[in-house]
């Protein structure tokens, strides 16, 4: 799967952004896609998973109530919607993909990963 992510910029505090990944190359209905960011000097973080027909998600504490990731499977892309951002939501978002049929809970074991996307919020 080649994934590409897109969307990302700089916003101010408060701001929205929605960000984009678009997957090619194999079947995307059976992956669940996941969202991670790593600031820098940090380690890769989960931000937000959600199962292969969008039926479980799973969120980041930090993120709860912020942001929402959901997926079109017939456009082969999910997507971060991310309302009131802070500036601790800086860093590079990453998409990457597991054919799993349950839920991605960790960074760890994924089968893809698409190249990064910089949010940057200021203050």
């Known amino acids: 799967v080649q994934l590409q992510a897109s969307g990302g910029g700089l916003v101010q505090a408060g701001g929205s952004l929605r960000l984009s990944c678009a997957a090619s190359?194999?079947?995307?209905?059976?992956?669940?896609m996941g969202w991670f960011r790593q600031a820098p000097e940090k380690e890769r973080e989960l931000v937000a998973t959600?199962?292969?027909?969008?039926?479980?998600?799973v969120y980041a504490d930090s993120v709860k109530g912020r942001f929402t990731i959901s997926r079109d499977n017939a456009k082969n892309t999910v997507y971060l919607l991310m309302n009131t951002l802070k500036p601790e939501d800086t860093a590079v978002y990453y998409c990457?993909?597991?054919?799993?049929?349950?839920?991605?809970?960790?960074?760890?074991?994924?089968?893809?990963w698409g190249k990064g996307t910089q949010v940057t919020v200021s203050s």
């Open positions: 990457a993909a597991k054919r799993t049929p349950g839920v991605i809970t960790a960074v760890g074991g994924m089968d893809y």
């Open positions: 190359g194999r079947t995307f209905s059976n992956y669940a």
């Open positions: 959600i199962t292969v027909n969008g039926g479980s998600t």
